[in-house]
């Protein structure tokens, strides 16, 4: 017997609507939405709502923003939604007072196959260490973040040159398929939740948050190290680099398998059409820069009106 369950789904940008829309648009009963609150940005610190909570107002969704997660006011609205499952998808952490309270539980969707890449940035870390593969995995949440036991999970290959703006792209389309098999299968009571401890994995490697320091390229590095970071920080946050004494964030690239004559981190140029700086082994030739103080530009463009020391 399939269940008709009732579900709460809990998400911010736009990598979870792609996810609620699915279960939407196959008639899965949503009863509520929760998001984060709205927040003054731009330039007139307009409030801005989340993609998720513009997507639920579009679609007549009962939506909640609290402040604390803990919050008895909030805990009290979350009991009488009566939900049977809830769905996590690119949110904050749970206290266990909410992730506990249905009786199906509660299941995140993660952009990768666990138990590697656990954290909060596993598609930047995925494509900076250079992988060949990542993912989408989804899974039952418990105490520790991304622990918990896993329901189903999916490969996606990574290009050698895909950007991790490029790979977000490809998870969310393949984590929102796979959200909707997995609910279908909680619904037909299905499941076979594995211990991520029975999952073999030589080595786990971890998805710990991206800081500015994270983003400095170090140019003593081999140029395929460089490449893999300038790949894994576009489009967001962006590698960078200091030139000529100004930061310089470095939004696409290609490398040239040519040993330099010169120093890493020195460069060679045309003033033209070219501008590319030396790595250990190669140089990083740049393609989409954007200077301090500047806005984002092609190199040609930025070569154009820029006046070398």
């Given at each position: 017997m399939v269940k008709d369950l009732r579900i709460i789904f809990m998400g911010t940008p736009d990598f979870a609507v792609a996810s609620l829309d699915i279960l939407v648009k196959n008639g899965f009963n949503v009863v509520g939405v929760i998001t984060a609150p709205d927040k003054p940005a731009g330039r007139g610190l307009q409030l801005q709502e989340s993609a998720v909570k513009k997507y639920a107002v579009a679609n007549n969704l009962k939506v909640l923003q609290p402040e604390k997660l803990?919050?008895?006011?909030?805990?009290?609205?979350l009991r009488e939604l009566k939900a049977d499952l809830q769905v996590v998808v690119a949110f904050r952490m749970l206290p266990e007072i909410v992730w506990d309270m249905p009786a199906e539980g509660t299941i995140n969707v993660h952009a990768s196959l666990l138990p590697n890449y656990r954290g909060a940035a596993p598609i930047n870390w995925a494509v900076i260490n250079g992988e060949k593969v990542s993912g989408v995995t989804t899974f039952k949440l418990q105490h520790e973040i991304d622990t918990g036991d896993v329901l189903y999970s999916r490969e996606v290959v990574i290009r050698e040159d895909e950007t991790a703006g490029e790979l977000h792209d490809a998870l969310m389309q393949?984590?929102?398929?796979?959200?909707?098999?997995?609910?279908?299968?909680?619904?037909?009571?299905?499941?076979?939740?594995?211990p991520q401890a029975d999952i073999p994995a030589t080595d786990i490697k971890h998805a710990p948050k991206i800081f500015k320091e994270t983003c400095q390229i170090k140019w003593e590095k081999s140029i395929g190290e460089v490449y893999n970071l300038v790949r894994g920080l576009s489009p967001y946050p962006a590698a960078w680099t200091t030139f000529q004494g100004?930061?310089?964030?470095?939004?696409?690239?290609?490398?040239?398998?040519q040993q330099p004559a010169i120093a890493p981190g020195e460069f060679e140029t045309d003033?033209?059409?070219?501008?590319?700086?030396?790595?250990?082994?190669?140089?990083l030739v740049l393609d989409e820069i954007q200077l301090e103080g500047k806005k984002r530009m092609s190199v040609e463009e930025f070569l154009r009106g820029y006046r070398f020391q």
């Open positions: 803990k919050n008895p006011a909030f805990i009290a609205e393949t984590g929102a398929e796979l959200l909707l098999d997995t609910v279908k299968a909680i619904a037909a009571g299905n499941t076979q939740p594995k100004k930061g310089l964030k470095i939004y696409k690239a290609h490398k040239e398998n003033q033209k059409t070219y501008l590319k700086i030396a790595a250990a082994d190669g140089f």
